[in-house]
């Protein structure tokens, strides 16, 4: 088991739970962010700052049992397909019998944007976010 974090993304609340979860119970923490990204981790993966690559690096990484970190809805879709676990920085776990609904809700927002309308995105991340994230990455890592 590992815990991979989609760092493009990540903030930083959730990060430095994963990291300091990971050594805690000796379980490796790959971070994958591209190169605009610094990120502090022994196990870090740099790549190009092209769209997806990042997701895509991430997914290749990923094996049944890990933990990974994302929010993308797209990869979480993918992870959950390969046996992994997989939390949004929100501290909310993907399930399969949930994903599709995120799917269409992302793509309904995708097409109101690029229709020229606007939605609404993150909130300021708050205090009982960082709680929740870490007391549901506790919980993943214990089962």
Known sequence: ?????DADGC????????????????????TVANYHHRIESDHHVTVDGG????????????????VVVTQDWGLAALILGKGA?????????????????LLEEREMKAKIRRSGG???GP???????????????????DE
């Open 85 to 101: 676990r997989c939390l949004h920085p929100s501290g909310k776990e993907y399930r399969h019998e949930t994903i599709d609904f």
């Open 118 to 120: 606007r939605t609404k």
């Open 51 to 66: 769209s997806q690559e990042a997701d895509m690096k991430v997914m290749n990484l990923a094996e049944p049992g890990d």
């Open 11 to 30: 903030p930083k609340g959730a990060l430095q739970a994963c990291l300091k979860e990971g050594k805690k119970r000796q379980i490796e923490v790959w």
């Open 123 to 141: 909130g300021k991340r708050t205090d009982a976010e960082n709680r929740q994230f870490c007391e549901m990455l506790v919980k993943l890592l």
């Open 1 to 5: 088991m590992k815990i991979l974090v």
